[in-house]
């Protein structure tokens, strides 16, 4: 039986597309279609959280390149939700870094 924490890392794998596209996106239908409606939905919402709170951390651009920048965001969300899986972590990085571009 998956845990919450592993469902979590897995939907954010599939709703960046890690993996399985050529760019991140975001793709509310293929967590619906893969935990159902009332799991996906919370799980989308607990992604909405977790994608803002990233998006929100304060970058010193006169300090960090693009990747180091990506790495950071990587790091805060690893203190932040620890329980997330490595390749979770590596999709948000991604994420962060391709909407930084």
Request: proline residues 4%.
């Amino acid at each position: 039986m998956k845990t919450i924490n592993s469902e979590l890392s897995e939907a954010l794998i599939i709703y960046v597309g890690w993996g399985s596209s050529r760019a991140p996106k975001s793709d509310d239908s293929r967590i619906i279609e893969r935990f159902g409606p009332s799991k996906g939905k919370s799980l989308l919402e607990a992604l909405d959280v977790i994608f803002h709170d990233v998006n929100s951390m304060p970058i010193d651009w006169s300090t960090h390149t693009l990747v180091s920048a990506g790495q950071a965001a990587r790091d805060h969300a690893h203190r932040k939700y620890p329980d997330l899986s490595d390749e979770a972590l590596k999709a948000l990085e991604w994420k962060f870094t391709f909407e930084w571009r």
